[in-house]
């Protein structure tokens, strides 16, 4: 299946409610594949084209108020328009899902792969001392595993969960085992707007607090919420690492490309492993800083001008060199390129 | 086994299905595959490509710019992909509208008249059909039972009925392939 098909199918399978878009090349096939699918039918989730990316942003907030499964997806500059009502979900506490099959920026861009979104995801990209929690797949399968993951972490911490995919990963083919349909939940949240109930409070979903004492309390919450993510939710994987005397970090499309460059510099007999983080916040820095002591270098390959290689490098903290092979602008690195550069910045430098 | 091909020419030859074919069918005969097409501005009316890997292992990069076989259907994809087939690999090309022979010398080298073959048979939407022939005669990696098989699962039930016609076309393109440079293993 395609990437952005099967990830549109997986929403369904997970019980979503409630999907809104409006669609953007490189991840329009998410919200045609939901048309044509008719999941109303199937199980009753609702799928509509709002007229904007931020109408579309505002009834997955208004969805996700009523204890709702909601998710919205776009592409990068769509996103953008997001940001706001992504800070004000954030800041209102609820869960929602929102898929970002990313393409080279800045402004409009091209609709070619990209991984230029890195910072707005992990750093922030609304205002506030927020984050989202954020999956990057490298294949079609966790495409489709990561929906059901993200529904589950954004009502497990009441916060949305963002899957950075990219043009690669949503316009590609590949075999896909999808799970069993699960059932759509008519859970009633406490903290949900489902109608004032005799003999008990109403409920206000809010980011409003206007006296700096109780938005200090509400940060102070997020702050510990956040602790809870980076202690239980951190997710990564290793290849080749046992025996490595280099590194690789990459994410998503682009670690699969480097996973190419290790193979041929394996068989070239560098002894090199390659870390991949599946979640980019909470971002593997023990793991990190573990295998900084243990190699003698450390290249961070990205398609963009260098991101995840800040965090890299706070989390290496210094203990091996880090250095940046990146391509952009849509361009994409090739396996070949990513060797060179292992041996001209890590092993020669 | 595992099989890089790209396969390129122009919008409308059916470039991107003739990968998707390919690889559902390796999905029949139980390999990894992976599909990755251009969707880029070059798709609106230039020449579209798309990468198929087809592996026996699990597969890391879906982008490659080295390739074991490359199809290439028109001038502009042969000037692009000639230089990007591995040495000792295989380059196909397509004879109409052709203006110049590949220049490679350290790769083997096919050549099909697909869109003559396909204007005898009164039908030229088979065009890709008789290159994936010609294709599986050189490089046998998949049974044609699981090309059909493929088809099948590709296809809705209202096109099963031209399963037959593709298959003839498969069969066709296997018979007219013609060598046209083999370099020594």
């Known amino acids: ?55 579309a942003i505002n009834m997955v907030y208004g969805a996700a108020g009523c204890g709702k499964r909601a998710m919205t997806s776009s592409s990068s500059p769509g996103i953008s328009l997001k940001m706001e009502g992504l800070s004000y979900i954030a800041g209102a506490e609820l869960p929602c899902v929102v898929v970002n099959v990313v ?44 929906v059901k993951l993200a529904f589950d972490l954004a009502f497990k911490y009441r916060n949305p969960v963002m899957i950075l995919s990219d043009g690669i990963i949503g316009q590609m083919m590949e075999k896909v085992e999808l799970f069993e349909q699960m059932p759509r939940s008519n859970k009633e949240y406490e903290w949900a707007t489902l109608g004032k109930k005799p003999g008990k409070n109403s409920v206000i979903v809010t980011s409003l607090q206007l006296q700096s004492e109780e938005q200090e309390k509400v940060n102070l919450r997020l702050q510990a919420k956040y602790r809870e993510v980076e202690k239980n939710e951190v997710r990564f994987e290793t290849y080749g690492c046992e025996d490595a005397e280099y590194l690789f970090a990459a994410f998503g499309s682009c670690a699969r490309i480097t996973r ?9 007999g560098i002894k090199v492993g390659i870390i991949r983080p599946q979640t980019l916040y909470p971002f593997p820095v023990d793991e990190i800083s573990r295998l900084a002591g243990q190699v003698k270098g450390i290249l ?50 | 086994m595992t099989e890089e091909i790209i396969i390129a020419g122009f919008g409308g030859q059916g470039v ?143 096109y099963h009925h031209l399963i037959p016609l593709n298959e003839e076309a498969i069969h066709r393109g296997m018979d007219i392939i013609k060598e046209e440079q083999a370099v020594k293993k």
């Open chain 1, 1 to 55: 299946m395609k990437g952005n098909e099967a990830l549109a199918e997986a929403a369904i399978r997970a019980g979503a409610d409630a999907y809104f878009g409006y669609p953007i090349t490189p991840q329009s096939e998410v919200i045609e594949y939901l048309m044509r699918e008719n999941p109303a039918d199937r199980t009753g989730m609702q799928v509509l084209q709002a007229e904007s990316e931020i109408a």
């Open chain 1, 260 to 268: 190419k460059a290790l193979d041929m510099a394996r068989a070239k």
């Open chain 2, 16 to 158: 991107l299905s003739m990968g998707q074919i390919i690889c559902y069918s390796g999905v029949m005969q139980g390999k990894e595959v992976s599909w990755m097409p251009s969707y880029g501005p070059e798709m609106r009316g230039g020449t579209a490509n798309c990468t198929a890997i087809i592996s026996d292992e699990q597969i890391s990069s879906p982008v490659l710019n080295r390739f074991d076989t490359a199809i290439v259907l028109n001038q502009p994809s042969m000037d692009k992909f000639e230089d990007a087939v591995k040495p000792d690999g295989l380059l196909i090309y397509e004879e109409n509208g052709m203006t110049r022979k590949p220049r490679r010398k350290d790769i083997n080298i096919c050549s099909i008249a697909a869109y003559d073959e396909s204007v005898k048979m009164n039908n030229t939407k088979v065009f890709n059909m008789i290159v994936i022939g010609g294709f599986l005669k050189v490089r046998p990696i998949i049974e044609l039972e699981n090309v059909i098989k493929g088809l099948k699962k590709v296809l809705p039930d209202r």
């Open chain 1, 103 to 146: 393409r080279a920026g800045p402004g409009l861009g091209t609709i070619q792969p990209s991984q230029s979104d890195y910072f707005q995801a992990v750093k922030g990209g609304g205002h506030g001392d927020y984050k989202l929690i954020v999956l990057a797949p490298a294949t079609v399968q966790e495409s489709v595993d990561y």
């Open chain 1, 300 to 349: 961070t390959v990205e398609m963009n001008a260098g991101q995840m290689v800040e965090d890299v490098k706070l989390a290496v903290n210094g203990k091996t060199p880090v250095e940046f092979y990146g391509r952009f602008g849509g361009m994409i690195p090739t396996p070949d390129e990513i060797l060179e550069a292992l041996e001209q910045k890590i092993i020669g430098g």
